[in-house]
């Protein structure tokens, strides 16, 4: 993919994004207050911070219709309507992320995860600007920052399956995911 780099090789731009993410989360932690609501501009300036500098289009909406193993997300045309519509409902019932406990905390991560990743809203990245997006809530529930660790390898499918049970507002699949992820994420005792 085109960037400003000129990154041409994929390992090479993998330790590009991934290094860019993490300073992007560092600032993000240090500045994402508690009772801060999230809302579709964040999110597009959470894009921006992590990869302006490799992308000229971070931060702005897709112009293109993309898929993912046979799964078609959202078509670019109607993502302006859908992100309007996942920030009056998810965002604006679940953040900020400040919530009874651990259950009433994964169905939160769980919604907002799974529908943001149906929009699938970027060109790249919406997997792991989910996953921070999902940190930075666990953190405003008084969570531990998440390891995300258990959906590598064998437990993709599962993940990739628990975000298509969204489709029919299912979101217990996910849920699931988030319980475990938040569990061991959690100090040990």
Same mark, same amino acid.
């Given at each position: ?9 994929? /390992? ?12 992007? *989360? ?5 500045? /994402?207050? $508690? =009772? &801060? !609501?999230?809302? +579709?501009?964040?999110?597009? @300036? ?13 931060? &702005?909406?897709?112009? /293109? $219709? ?9 078509? #670019?045309?109607?993502?302006? #309507? ?13 953040? !900020? ?5 651990? =259950?009433?905390?994964?169905? #939160? ?16 990245? $919406? ?9 930075? @809530?666990?953190? &405003?529930?008084?969570? !531990? ?6 959906? =590598?390898? =064998? ?7 628990? +975000? *298509?049970?969204?489709?029919?507002? $299912?979101?217990?699949? @996910? ?15």
């Amino acid at each position: 993919m085109r960037n400003k780099k000129g990154i041409t090789d994929s /390992v090479e731009m993998g330790e590009a994004e991934t290094n860019a993410l993490w300073r992007a *989360q560092r600032k993000l932690i240090g500045e /994402v207050t $508690n =009772d &801060q !609501p999230f809302t +579709v501009e964040d999110i597009c @300036m959470m894009h921006r911070l992590w990869l302006k500098s490799i992308y000229p289009w971070a931060g &702005q909406f897709r112009g /293109v $219709n993309i898929s993912k193993g046979g799964f078609d997300f959202a078509q #670019a045309r109607f993502i302006p #309507a859908l992100m309007d519509e996942f920030e009056r409902k998810q965002l604006r019932e679940y953040t !900020p992320c400040c919530l009874g406990g651990r =259950d009433e905390a994964a169905h #939160a991560l769980a919604e907002v995860h799974v529908e943001l990743m149906l929009i699938h809203p970027f060109r790249e990245g $919406n997997g792991r600007l989910g996953r921070l997006l999902a940190t930075l @809530m666990a953190l &405003q529930a008084g969570l !531990p920052v998440l390891d995300f660790s258990l959906l =590598d390898g =064998d437990r993709r499918e599962e993940y990739f399956a628990a +975000v *298509q049970a969204g489709l029919d507002r $299912n979101y217990l699949p @996910m849920k699931r995911l988030f319980a475990e992820i938040i569990e061991r994420s959690l100090p040990a005792s």
